[in-house]
């Protein structure tokens, strides 16, 4: 027999016997351990943790702003046992609810949690506060409502005061069927296109009185009071002068007119000058001259047509 016959055949018995499944042996001892259930050892966890959590604030008594003051607090909560059983495990939450999970491995175990920690803010509010008033309507054929003058008398003569003196204004109220909370009390004059404030936020009198020191007015005064006619006006202060009138409510009142002169130094009568009194002004002169020339032409155009006419 050839010497590479035998090689091939040792090499190819060698590969068949490799390939062969031959039954591994284990030991006695790792087919117990494989049998027996596995114990695992009870464990006792404690978890701790930590957080900031604490807020306080202190609110303020006005409604428009408020600010929170930081506080430190801490707070700790105890969290009941966490039981497994089997491969379920349920927990039971502070408020008395539970809740089961699934597991592969039976375990128990207690637990606590503490949440400390400290926290600051801020809590401020700012605004403004608006209130809806409701506006009562009447019938539109009611006059509006206006202001009678008690003093001085409407009806009387114009009234002339003296800038330094006091003055007093009365009067009443007509056709109101609201009456407003508080009045405004001007004086208005053309002659600048001054308004005057003689009163303002007067609360509201069935009969209104107002006394007006024009002396201390005039003292400090930004604009002097002139030596002219005013006018008064009497209007609800929540409305503007010129708002329209409605009915029911006090309109705009500015019927009455009065006048205003400054005081002049006194002077003797043996100093004193009228300047319209000494002489006949020019055009005085000129008028007597015209009426003496026409009487004198009449005179003389009659007496020559008596003449001609032989009456005399």
Known sequence: ??????????????????????????????????SEPELVERQDATTKTSFNLSFSTTPTDTPESS??????????????????????????????????????????????????????????RTGTQTTNTAVTSYDPRLPAGGVSMITPNAMSPASYYKIADYITFAWNYTSLS?????????????????????????????????????GAYQSNATIPLLTEKYTLIIHDAAKDVT???????????????????????????????CATCNGVSTLERQTWAVLLGVVGVTVLSFGWFTGVAGIF
Do not use: H
């Not at 009941?80 to 379920?88: Q, V």
């Not at 019927?255 to 002169?261: E, H």
């Open 178 to 214: 609201a009456t407003p909370s508080y009045i405004d009390i001007l004086a208005s004059c053309s002659a600048n296109q001054a308004t005057y404030t003689i009163s303002m936020n007067q609360t509201f009198q069935p009969t209104q009185t107002i006394l007006w020191d024009t």
């Open 67 to 124: 600010t929170a003051d930081p506080t430190n607090t801490d707070q700790t909560e105890t969290l009941p046992p966490l039981t497994s059983t089997g491969g379920d495990s349920t927990a039971t939450n502070r408020d008395g609810s539970s809740a089961t999970t699934g597991g592969s491995s039976g375990s128990s175990g207690t637990g606590t949690a503490r949440q400390t920690g400290t926290a600051t803010g801020t809590n401020r």
């Open 243 to 273: 708002a329209a009138p409605a009915a029911g409510y006090l309109g705009t009142y500015s019927q009455f007119t009065f006048g205003m002169y400054s005081p002049q130094a006194y002077t003797p009568l043996s100093d004193f000058v």
């Open 1 to 34: 027999m050839r010497t590479s016959t035998i090689l091939a055949a040792a090499t190819a018995f060698a590969a068949a016997s490799s390939a062969w499944p031959w039954i591994k042996r284990e030991p006695a001892e790792a087919l117990r351990r494989d």
